[in-house]
């Protein structure tokens, strides 16, 4: 039996779920599913700050544009340190494209002018 704390919506409810999926204490179904993915494949949003080629802002906020594997997110931040952006950069564009071909793009989250 493993228990976690559902994610999905600010209740939070107090999740059980043990070896065979059975899911207890989740007040929708959204609970089922996110602790099924938690124990089998967790994933999770990224933000983080890259370096920018600027003077005046020398950090460019980002986040992945999904949730991304937990196992791979040291090998994004890895990846992420060695990267460096030139501005001009706009809010939403792609930074680093399906990383490690798992889909997940990195996108800015704010606007540098040139
Ligand atoms: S189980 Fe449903 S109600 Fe409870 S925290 Fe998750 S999404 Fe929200």
């Known amino acids: 039996m493993k228990k976690l704390i559902c994610i999905v919506c600010p209740i939070g409810c107090h999740l059980e779920i043990d070896a065979q999926h059975n899911v207890t204490g989740n007040r929708c179904k959204r609970g089922i599913g996110y602790a099924i993915e938690e124990v089998t494949r967790p994933t999770r949003m990224v933000t983080t700050t890259v370096r920018l080629l600027s003077q005046e802002h020398p950090r460019l906020s980002v986040k992945t544009s ?31 494209r399906d990383f490690e071909g798992l889909g997940v793009d990195i996108i800015a989250t704010r606007t540098i002018p040139g």
């Open 66 to 96: 999904k949730p991304l594997p937990k196992e791979a997110i040291f090998r994004l931040m890895a990846a992420l340190e060695s990267l460096t952006v030139n501005p001009p950069v706009y809010m939403h564009q792609v930074i680093m």
